[in-house]
């Protein structure tokens, strides 16, 4: 029995000693097959972007796209309708009296929701005259851009105030310009931003009108019945929301902001 289990373990040793090198030795495993897929639509794509015939490598292609997918966020808030309507929403809510209803959640649906409402003849614009015609392979990818670029210059533009864009032209030591399509957009989008802010306040002042008028009523009405330790802004708030629906307030304000857009 010894002489056996000697002899079973050094079988055992010597297969495992020249299994290794066996195997090591052996043919490499073939490489999977390429198959074309979405590397290649990207290439196809993107391939004008390369400055020549072969198309961009793909990391460089993921990248680009990653950073375009991190710009976009900027884009909706800054360079759309979506910055007015989210502080006039805001200040509503304020001048109700209201801390957290509607939620932040809500709040931002509906201006993102009035936001496309808003922006739908600029998307539409944008469509027919660079995506489509993109897709259809009858223009570039620069020229895609450019188009798209074209539809938000021109939405921008009419809602910017001259004083603004005169403002950053003299601080970029640029212009005159002899119209409005040649305003840069490093001139245009600070000069959209800053008037879309003049604007939203200025909504939101006159929302706060009446709001103020009912708190100051109330406060007076308390103050003459010596209730001094009583809060007004409990009192005034149901008032508040009494007139805000009689008024039809919400369908009012979104009414509103869609049509300040119009010109």
Known sequence: MGTRAALFVALLGFLILF??????QGAPLPA??????????????????????????????????????????????????????????SLLRQALGLQQTPPNQVLIGLSLFLSFFVMAPVVNQANVTAIQPYAEGRITATQMISGTGTALHGFMIKQTRNRDVKMFADMAKSGPYAS??????????????????????????????????IDLVVATVLMSLG????SPTIISLPFKLLLFVLVDGWALTMGSLASSFAS
């Open 19 to 24: 299994a290794g090198p066996a195997f090591a």
């Open 32 to 89: 999977p097959a390429a198959t074309p897929g979405m590397g290649d639509a990207v290439d196809r794509a993107l391939g004008d972007l390369g400055g020549g015939n072969a198309p961009l490598s793909l990391s460089l292609q993921v990248l680009i796209i990653m950073g375009l997918l991190s710009v976009l966020p900027g884009i909706v808030l800054m360079m759309t309708s979506f910055t007015r309507i989210i502080i006039v929403l």
């Open 180 to 213: 409005p399509d040649d305003v840069p957009f490093s001139v245009l989008l600070p000069a959209f931003v800053t008037s879309e802010l003049k604007t939203a306040f200025q909504i939101g002042f006159l929302i706060f009108l009446p709001f103020l008028v």
């Open 227 to 230: 209730m001094m330790m009583m």
